[in-house]
């Protein structure tokens, strides 16, 4: 067929149609080619949500309230502000509402009473974690607060709400932990003084909430409470007054103990537990 005909063949076209057809994809003048849609890449972003459905899902506000929030600039994703209609947020993605990070997922609390031989750790690859201990407790994805060391053993608190978290990691209005340490000598009276009234080590002042001999143990056993959340300190405070701890047993998270919790086991907190957490 002529590039000039029509359809049918009748007729010459006008100058202002010469290209009409080239430019609408015509095929030899007929059909239009239609446009082909990447249908593998629509089944890759299968698990992308709307972020006014994601702020939603939170509990932060209705999704037409999320889509006034999202305009005015109140929602970033991976530290960008997100003002567009529509956006959606991928899996992994960080997504914060007015500076706070927000969560689609329930939320869970976790204490866990952790025997020895297992990493305080999220990370693969690092033998038996404390993770593996929790795995059937939530599918959330929660995570340890603080850490106890691979032999080390006691109360561990998982979350993922980052409110509780974020009070459990500040060290001067954080949660207190007590610890039942186990000395390999006796521990003097002067080096008890001393932890208790705080020292200064490398230029930083270590203190402690209280320290005191165990009653009917011998004095190679003492008691510590302390808000730093890591077991590091812990060791360090020894270290620096020659101890070497034998044991290490978080007996108590603020309030929470590991009454009816045996070694190795879990549980969920009550609700009077949570609400008596946000109030310390």
């Known amino acids: 067929m002529n590039r000039q005909q029509g359809g049918k063949g009748k007729g ?8 009409d057809n080239r430019s609408k994809g015509y095929t030899k003048g007929s059909t239009p080619v239609k446009k082909q849609h990447n249908k593998k890449n629509a089944a890759s972003n299968s698990n992308d949500i709307r972020l006014n459905k994601y702020v939603a899902n939170a509990g932060v506000c209705s999704r037409r309230e999320a889509d006034v929030h999202i305009a005015t600039g109140l929602v970033s994703v991976n530290g960008k502000i ?22 689609p997922e329930p939320k869970a609390y976790v204490l866990l009473n952790k025997p020895k031989g297992f990493a305080t750790t999220t990370s693969e690859g690092k033998g038996r974690t404390v993770m593996d201990l929790v795995s059937n407790a939530t599918n959330a994805r929660i995570k340890p607060v603080g850490r106890l060391g ?3 053993k006691g ?38 003084k001393k932890i208790q009234s705080g020292f200064k080590l490398e230029g930083k002042l270590i203190e ?6 165990i009653d009917g143990a011998s004095k190679k056993e003492v008691g510590l409470k ?17 101890y070497d701890i034998i044991s290490l047993d978080c007996v108590a998270i603020g309030h929470l103990t590991k009454k009816d919790i045996p070694r190795g ?9 949570l609400n008596t957490l946000r109030m310390l």
């Not at 997100?82 to 969560?103: A, C, F, L, Q, W």
């Not at 402690?208 to 001999?213: A, L, W």
């Open 12 to 19: 010459k076209p006008s100058g202002k149609g010469k290209s």
């Open 82 to 103: 997100i003002t567009e209609m529509g956006y959606k947020v991928k899996p992994g993605d960080e997504v914060r509402y007015d500076g706070s990070r927000i969560n």
């Open 150 to 152: 691979r032999n080390s």
């Open 155 to 192: 109360l561990l608190f998982f979350t993922n709400d980052d409110a509780i978290h974020k009070k459990f990691t500040n060290s001067k209005n954080g949660v207190a932990r007590l610890f039942h340490i186990e000395l390999d000598k006796n521990l003097n009276l002067e080096d008890l």
């Open 208 to 213: 402690v909430e209280e320290i005191s001999y």
């Open 226 to 242: 302390i808000k730093n959340t890591g077991n590091t300190i812990v060791r360090t405070i020894f270290d620096h007054f020659n």
């Open 265 to 273: 086991h879990w549980k969920h907190l009550t609700e009077q537990e």
